[in-house]
């Protein structure tokens, strides 16, 4: 994991479960018990990319003047 803000965690989350709800192929193996158990949901999914740190987006802020 990052040393990312909790604001830019939960956006790359959700960006990346809108991406996987749309049909973006699934970073992690996953089984089909696992996929059941967690209901197919997409936010779980990002969430478990984000943890093993396969997420493909990556936040970057720009700097203050």
Known sequence: ??????FAIARLI???ALQISMGAPIMV???KE???RINYNPVKIA????EKGVL???????EKL
């Not at 493909?56 to 720009?62: D, M, N, V």
């Open 56 to 62: 493909p987006l990556r936040a970057s802020f720009k």
């Open 1 to 6: 994991m990052s040393n990312n803000s909790r």
């Open 47 to 50: 969430m478990i990319e984000y």
């Open 29 to 31: 193996k996953l089984s």
């Open 34 to 36: 696992d996929l059941e």
């Open 14 to 16: 959700g960006a990346r």
